[in-house]
Nanobody, 121 residues
Framework: QVQLVESGGGLVQAGESLRLSCAASGVIYSIGDMGWHRQAPGKRREWVATIANGGSTNSVDSVKGRFTISRDNAKNTVYLQMNNLKPEDTATYYC???????????????WGQGTLVTVSS
């Protein structure tokens, strides 16, 4: 069973940067898209960014120009570089991946446990 473990969250001031990492472990046959979502207190989880296996990326408008998603396929790891952080970026950030499951004979969604990012003004 594949697990995702996030790291890199913390408390920063507005304008500062953080880099989140998410590593997949377990028996891995193939990983498709990887991405990040976030959930602020009292709000619904929202999509932040996605990166395909080939490297193409997409992100929500509110983070364009500030956040960069990347991945290292050799390490089965996805990153989220967050620059010029704002208080409204405060949330728990979750990584997810589309992972090939032999029993399901197809790709399934796997989620990490989340890492908290707090941005003070």
């Amino acid at each position: 069973q594949v697990q995702l473990v996030e790291s890199g969250g913390g408390l920063v001031q507005a304008g500062e940067s953080l880099r989140l990492s998410c590593a997949a472990s377990g028996v891995i046959y193939s990983i498709g898209d990887m991405g990040w979502h976030r959930q602020a207190p009292g709000k619904r989880r929202e999509w932040v960014a996605t990166i395909a296996n080939g490297g193409s990326t997409n992100s929500v408008d509110s983070v364009k120009g500030r956040f960069t998603i990347s991945r290292d396929n050799a390490k089965n790891t996805v990153y989220l570089q967050m620059n010029n952080l704002k208080p409204e970026d405060t949330a728990t950030y979750y990584c997810n991946a589309r992972v090939f499951d032999v029993q399901a004979a197809g790709y399934v969604d796997v989620w990490g446990q989340g890492t908290l990012v707090t941005v003070s003004s």
